[in-house]
């Protein structure tokens, strides 16, 4: 049976704790998946590793990792049970070596909290990982969406591509908002308004330039990797981005690139 065309998605992981108090956000996801057609695999990019070239990890039991400190002790007691498939991660080394990008491998790296928060909200599949290289300079936003771009092809064989970051990351705003008045900052808003708007206008020279280009950017991202994967789920979508007004207005949805049915028969469970 051929599988089905996946498509490539921007998801928020938030704080650990997302995990436990999932709210509105986590419902979301979950409904999200529900629209999915069951994919053959997962590739899962997240902020929490990185590496100096893409890595993909060829570990067939994915270890659930705690990569935190602090936070409640139920936290360290949850697991996902993913299964990698070494497989499917030589068939994502093969596509970026094909693209002419460099390629590395790991024989046992697991699943840290920003994969497997997300996953745990989604659904129980078969899964394995790859990262990209992380770095504060433009050249490295170009870069993962040129390296993303060699995934492309392989939604079409029916791996679904989830890009894990945060469309802001200011734990220091986050932390005085908490302690606070629990205002959000103007600027989050005004900084998602202008993303989707560039992503809507497919502006990949405006998205890759965006600290030069959004307001108050540096403020949104002091550093830059809780934002890189969206440059992954850009390469590796496409022209497909697909705005909805129900979900403009949240930093914390789940942004995808692919046009799909609202229920697909066959969908995968959340």
């Not at 602090?70 to 070494?86: I, S, V, W």
């Not at 993962?144 to 890009?163: C, K, M």
Request: glycine letters at 8%; aromatic letters at 10%.
């Amino acid at each position: 049976m051929t599988a089905a065309r996946q498509p490539a998605l921007f998801v928020p992981h938030g704080a650990p704790t997302f995990a436990l108090r999932p709210g509105a956000a986590g419902a979301a996801l979950g409904r999200q998946a529900l629209l999915l057609p069951r994919p053959r695999a997962i590739v899962v990019v997240s902020a929490h590793w990185e590496t100096d070239v893409p890595t993909v990890s060829l570990a067939s039991r994915l270890d659930t990792i705690h990569d935190f400190s602090g936070f409640p002790r139920e936290l360290y007691a949850m697991r996902y049970p993913a299964t990698g498939c070494p497989e499917a991660a030589r068939e994502v080394a093969q596509a970026i070596t094909a693209a002419g990008l460099p390629v590395d491998f790991d024989l046992s790296r697991g699943l840290d909290h920003g994969a497997w928060v997300p996953l745990r909200l989604m659904f129980r599949t078969p899964t394995y990982r790859s990262s990209r290289c992380r770095s504060s300079r433009t050249p490295a936003r170009r870069t993962h969406f040129a390296s993303a771009r060699a995934l492309a092809p392989l939604r079409e064989r029916g791996f679904l591509v989830i890009a894990s970051g945060n469309l802001t990351h200011n734990l220091r705003d986050y932390f005085v908002a908490a302690h606070g008045d629990g205002r959000t900052p103007g600027y989050v808003r005004e900084f998602a308004d202008w993303m989707w708007d560039r992503l809507a206008a497919h502006d990949v020279d405006a998205l890759v330039a965006y600290r030069d280009n959004a307001p108050l950017a540096t403020r949104a991202h002091p550093t830059e990797e809780h934002l890189l994967p969206l440059y992954v789920a850009l390469g590796a979508g496409g022209d497909e981005f697909k705005a909805s007004a129900s979900t403009r207005a949240s930093t914390t949805t789940c942004w995808r690139w692919t046009p799909f049915p609202s229920r697909p028969a066959g969908g995968a469970s959340a």
